[in-house]
């Protein structure tokens, strides 16, 4: 008998012509892709990291986290005041709505080996047994769960400086995610993400970035791709840090390792905005109920943002700038009831090194305040005009 001649359409046929559209894997779910947006809302500069986060999550979402291990473990590298801590707590931040539901270890205090009895308690029959409460017992872990996030944070801040005990602790943790107490009692990881933080490679990559760093550094000559470039080969700096120290089989149970990359003008630009708006969060929810609103010129910022660039600090430093020049002055103001309820001030820069502060609104309700904040341009000018 002849043979039946296949359909044009089926997917069996070799030929263009296919029944079903091709997939697209790219595309993310909605919970994920608001979650990645709510990250890149909150930290600057550092898409590697939060797109790695939503990556894990994603994966939990829809139930192919690997079973038996926590539901994503993280090694975060780079310099000091790159955004690493941050990027955790933003994580908290997008997810329960509460930057502080991490639970932080600092690793500095863990430099030998008998201090690991403040992470799972003395067993019974030690010295202290029941004074000493466990800082990861299975209340603590699921503090911070909620009716619709069952998601533990779980943070090993500068893990370079941690003892081997720590480290073979954390073997066993990343691994099998379990953890048995000093009482015999076992915690379950299986609902956490761990996230554990280092500064290895930082001088080095600070060698590397010195030629781009500073507010005042040069913005013509840089060949297309130049950063690219820089970015790679401090990752790979990192890396190559990292391996230096840790085991294999530590770096082996790792899911995600990004390298945070210094930060450039632009970026420091950006997260003076950011904590700008939080000064005006702060302060439109003083408990003295007297909320008033600001706003900075152009030339002030410039000024912030040269006072506040270091190579060294990185986006810690702004905030200290910030804290010095801005923060402290107006709460001089309020103090002395120079600023008042309803007020609207601008502040800008002449020369000398200080800020000025000039009232150019006042007795303006906090619907009108918010507004001035959030839209800015045209009505900031006519508001200091009809002062």
């Avoid at 953890?179 to 299986?190: A, E, H, P, Q, Y």
């Avoid at 791709?225 to 082996?252: C, H, Q, V, W, Y």
Wanted: hydrophobic residues 40%.
């Amino acid at each position: 008998m002849p043979r039946a001649r296949q359909p044009e359409n089926t997917p069996g046929r070799n030929n263009k012509t296919m029944l079903y559209p091709t997939l697209d894997p790219t595309r993310s779910g909605n919970r994920a892709e608001e979650l990645k947006a709510k990250l890149r809302g909150l930290i600057i500069g550092q898409n590697e990291a939060l797109d790695q986060i939503v990556d894990i999550y994603q994966m939990y979402l829809v139930g192919l986290a690997t079973p038996g291990r926590p539901i994503g473990t993280f090694l975060f590298l780079g310099p000091t005041g790159s955004g690493k801590t941050r990027t955790v707590e933003a994580t908290a931040e997008a997810l329960v709505q509460n930057p502080r539901a991490v639970i932080k270890i600092d690793c500095a205090e863990f430099q030998h080996s008998h201090e690991i009895a403040k992470l799972i308690g003395s067993p019974p029959g030690y010295l202290g047994h029941r004074e000493t409460h466990p800082m990861l017992s299975q209340e603590v872990i699921n503090a911070h769960h909620t009716d619709t996030v069952k998601i533990s944070l779980i943070l090993f801040d500068e893990i370079e400086k941690a003892s081997d005990a720590l480290w073979n602790l954390l073997l066993g943790i990343l691994d099998k995610a379990t953890l048995t107490l000093g009482d015999n009692r076992r915690v379950d990881f299986s609902q956490s993400m761990i996230f554990m933080t280092s500064n290895l490679g930082a001088n080095e990559m600070g060698a590397l970035m010195r030629p781009k760093l500073g507010f005042h550094a040069a913005k013509r000559g840089t060949p297309v791709g130049a950063d690219e470039k820089l970015n790679s080969k401090m990752s790979k700096t990192g890396i190559e840090a990292a391996r230096r120290k840790f085991t294999p089989e530590f770096m082996n149970r790792i899911d995600k390792t990004a390298v945070f990359q210094p930060l450039g003008q632009p970026e420091l630009r950006s997260i003076l905005s950011l904590e700008l708006a939080q000064v005006q969060r702060r302060i439109l929810e003083m408990p003295a109920g007297k909320p008033f609103g600001f706003r900075t010129t152009d030339t002030a910022n410039t000024f912030l943002l040269t006072e506040g660039t270091d190579i060294k600090y990185g986006a810690r430093h702004l905030k200290r700038a910030i804290e010095r020049l801005l923060v402290h002055p107006l709460s001089n103001l309020i103090a002395t009831e120079q600023i008042s309820a309803g007020d609207f001030v601008e502040l800008d820069y002449r020369g000398e090194g200080t800020l000025t502060f000039s009232k150019i609104g006042e007795g303006l309700s906090l619907k009108r305040m918010v507004s001035l904040v959030e839209n800015g341009g045209t009505e900031y000018a006519s508001l200091a005009k009809a002062a």
